[in-house]
Every structure is written in structure tokens, then in C-alpha cells.
């Protein structure tokens, strides 16, 4: 898997010019977003929030962009901004849903991270 992880960073790096070329387009969003993700699955946690804030500060908040802030947050130990993150993100999923009804919700994976905080926490019930 790492081998995988190491060769998408070879290509992001290779296309981060050409997406960079424009950063009010849509490919440097994408390209942000999965430089992102990229940076998570190597468990670079700090770099991947960075990265993050930089799609909150380009797109708006979402509540699937909150989650992810959230499980990086989570996986930093910083417990507070986590569950706030999950916290913001189910209040977020019910105004999507209003606005736009066919989409996913995915609150059961907001349920699971809020869990997860009170899991690491200790403060189960």
C-alpha cells in the first residue's frame, strides 16, 4: 500500500504545476483535494489539515469536508476541535439534505467519529 501512496505522490507532484497554472479552476480544487487525501492516508495528519482548510477556505464549508477535518483532527489527538468538527458537520448534513434531498447523508460515519472522540477520550457511555 505505501508503494501506491508513494507513486500518487510522484504524480501529483509531476501534475501540480499544471493545476496550479490556475488556481481559481476546478482542478486546483481537485488537485488540493487529493493531495489531501494522499497526505492522510500516509498518516500526515498535519500536512493533510492544512490542506483541508485550504478546500474550506476555496469551496465553503461542508459537512463531508468537516468529517474529514474531523478524523485529522481525531487522529492528532487535538479531541475538542474533532468532536466540534463532527459536531458542526450533523448540524451542516441537515441543511444539505434540505436544500438538495436525494444526497447522502452519511451520519452514521459522524455518529462513528463523535464515538470515536468519546472512545479515545475514555468517556464512553
Given at each position: ?50 490542506l483541508f482548510e485550504e478546500m474550506k477556505n476555496r469551496v ?37 439534505l434540505k436544500l438538495n434531498p436525494e444526497a447522502d447523508s ?20
Open positions: 500500500a505505501q508503494y501506491k501512496l508513494d507513486r500518487v505522490d510522484e504524480v501529483l507532484a509531476e501534475i501540480e504545476g499544471a493545476c496550479s497554472a490556475d488556481k481559481s479552476s476546478d482542478k486546483y480544487t481537485k488537485f488540493i483535494q487529493m493531495k489531501a487525501f494522499c497526505r492522510w492516508k500516509q498518516s500526515r495528519f498535519k500536512e493533510a489539515l492544512k465553503g464549508l461542508s459537512s463531508k469536508l468537516l468529517e474529514n477535518m474531523g478524523h485529522t483532527y481525531n487522529s492528532l489527538g487535538d479531541y475538542d476541535k474533532a468532536q466540534e468538527s463532527f459536531q458542526k458537520a450533523l448540524d451542516l448534513v441537515d441543511v444539505e452519511h451520519k452514521g460515519g459522524l455518529y462513528m467519529g463523535l464515538g470515536l472522540v468519546k472512545k479515545r477520550r475514555g468517556k464512553v457511555e
